[in-house]
């Protein structure tokens, strides 16, 4: 793919997902960020606000595997990896492996801090080697991999929260939120009338996304903006009112990296500031850990995120 | 070099530039106030050049550290942010890159010497250059004065509680120092007959053979010469040819006869 085609194929997926997702823009394009910059993201939301509904119309339209593991106390690793099984073949019964819904091209790992910590770090491990190993075998996840895990804000009874340091290995943590009323409108009319079963055609291929994925990391950006993206991601660690734990440096990897994977989606050539205090709250809300005081005062994290954006 | 650095250069020449206009300006503006300052309260106006050239070398030295590609993008728009990428990125290659460039490079074009030069800034300046140029000009040919600077300093300078050193030095000068000129009854002998008198105990003269001349006779071996002549030595004699010896006692002889 050229550098002049992006946004005629960016153009293509959005209007694609419009087809099916009504609303929720700037979710998708921050799924499709952290798609093109090859990594992973935590989307936060309250049931029914079609979370699940994007990341499948997604699946179609860039032609990628999608699989969906809902979590529940009671999932095992192997559940998600894979196990062996035995099977019966021409020379008798052998063992075989079962790749597990991991072996995807998008996976989908519903309420994620509902698993367990063992089987929550079967998968992060996953994630972060791309690799899956059982046993003595390991086995090569296929790229592209991208893992969308969910998280239920409001049902906290019989759940793991993700430790921070887990958190940390989702590049973005995406932010769902009620439609308009307009918008709701529009979605009353399509779902709640004959249903209409779209059918979606792949817009881009493995092959277009590897593409995409290597002009991402080509994008220049200005060293004046790089050092505000770091500034920006330092001062977390120094606004001790507000902010008991800061951003590693990885946020600041993270940031530059998301900056980039916008401006390649939005048809630019280089990163802008705007790029950066956008990507800001999905890159530093799951990476900062508010002080007492802030809470006290009913502050969120992007309110302080706000606060620090200049 | 690649096009775009050569563009780059020429921006950034423009920009110093703009900027040593801008510094120049700024300077003439300070030295014409202090210039229209020196005429209002009488002090030379070659002081004014002292301002002038601190201006200039601080806040010019301070306006070429400042300058930034950013200042272009706010002039052009079109180039926000884009142009500082691009020199940020100047020799390293690929393809979004130079993507970048060659929109860059179309941008480009839009940058005229006047967006630099032309700004109402500048404007405003020149025009306060005309106007301080106006007033100094009227001020002196009027010759009008707030006050005299110069004759108050002098007068401060006279007056005895401010500068003690200046009447120790005037006094100095009007009563004199018997060290520098010695004994004032000397000065006044003047054209006076001075009758010395020698100590003779304390004198180094015998004055006991003190007697009358006396004649001597030189008469012993002498005899007295009819005609005394001298000659010279050979050595002092010229060598000078016989002819030429005829030449030259004829030539002083004309000389004489013309004289």
Known sequence: ?310 | MKIIENALAEVRKLLILSKVFKSVIDSLIVFLAFFLLFIFIKISWYYAIIPFILHLFIYGRKNLRSIRYSQVEKLVPELNEKLRTAADYVGRDNEVVDALDAEVLKDMKKIRTSLFFGSKSNMNKIMVMGILSFAIILVASFNVELFDFATIGKNRLDDERFLPIQKNLDTFLKEGDDDIYGDESIVELGNNEVLIGLNTVEGNLDYSAKKDLERKNFASGYEEEKEIYATSDSSYNDNIPKENQEVVKKYFNQITQAG
């Open chain 1, 1 to 310: 793919m050229k550098l002049d085609e992006v946004p005629t194929y960016m153009d293509a997926v959005f209007n694609g997902m419009k087809k099916v997702v009504i609303g929720q823009d700037e979710v998708i394009k921050q799924i499709m960020t952290a798609m093109v910059v090859d990594a992973h993201a935590l989307l936060e939301g309250y049931p029914g606000l079609a979370k699940t509904l994007i990341v499948k119309t997604m699946g179609q339209l860039l032609d990628l595997k999608f699989s969906r593991v809902q979590n529940t106390p009671d999932l095992m690793p192997s559940d998600i990896l894979g196990t062996y099984l035995i099977e019966e073949g021409k020379s008798g019964r052998e063992l075989k492996f079962q790749k597990g819904p991991v072996f995807a091209n998008i996976l989908l790992a519903d309420e994620i801090n509902r698993a367990t910590p063992k089987t929550q770090s079967a998968l992060l491990e996953a994630m972060q080697e791309r690799q899956v190993t059982v046993g003595n075998e390991t086995y090569k996840l296929d790229r592209p991999f991208f893992v969308l895990a969910t998280m239920n804000p409001i049902e906290q009874e019989g759940t793991y929260p993700l430790p921070e340091a887990q958190t940390d290995r989702f590049l973005l943590k995406i932010k769902t939120d009620y439609p308009s009323f307009d918008e709701e409108m529009a979605i009353v009319d399509k779902y709640s009338e004959i249903f209409d079963d779209v059918q979606l055609k792949p817009v881009l291929k493995r092959n277009d996304i590897a593409d995409l994925q290597n002009l991402a990391r080509k994008i220049p950006i200005a060293n004046d903006l790089k050092r505000y993206a770091v500034d920006l991601v330092t001062s977390t660690r120094k606004k001790k009112e507000l902010i008991e734990y800061g951003a590693s440096p990885r946020a600041s990897i993270g940031l530059i990296l998301a900056a980039k994977g916008r401006a390649l989606i939005e048809g630019r050539k280089h990163v802008s500031k705007e790029d950066i205090n956008k990507m800001a709250f999905p890159v530093l809300r799951h990476r900062i850990i508010l002080s007492f005081e802030a809470e006290r005062n009913n502050l969120s994290t992007d309110d302080v995120i706000k606060q620090l954006i200049k």
